[in-house]
Nanobody, 126 residues
């Protein structure tokens, strides 16, 4: 079992920045592809960023490409999502996710996720 705990959410004005963290604990080895999802009110949960097991490859949804950056520190078992130039449409609950395996190939799909975090709220005001 792996436990994932997000932090860093909050309220910010349009154009602002936030940095989300996801601390992993438990059976974290071997490492796996990890990613971030978000779910806005009334919408389905969508994958927005993913990073390969060693961090050499990253993937982004078009909606966040160029504004969000995913990174990881395997030694500390932490995943980050740096979010810049935030927009009201970025308002959502953000979830950290760990895949079943080490292959990403793109942003994660629901079926690829083995463990979920509990989520952290991000609210962007206009």
């Amino acid at each position: 079992q792996v436990q994932l705990e997000e932090s860093g959410g909050g309220a910010v004005a349009t154009g602002g920045s936030l940095r989300l963290s996801c601390a992993a604990s438990g059976a974290t080895h071997p490492q796996a592809c990890m990613g971030w999802f978000r779910q806005a009110p009334g919408k389905e949960r969508e994958g927005i960023a993913a990073i390969s097991e060693l961090g050499e490859a990253t993937y982004y949804a078009d909606s966040v490409k160029g504004r969000f950056t995913v990174s990881r520190d395997n030694g500390a078992n932490i995943l980050w999502l740096q979010m810049n130039d935030l927009k009201p449409e970025d308002t959502a609950i953000y979830y950290c996710a760990r895949a079943w395996g080490n292959y990403c190939g793109g942003v994660l799909q629901h079926s690829a996720v083995r463990f979920w975090g509990q989520g952290t709220q991000v609210t962007v005001s206009s």
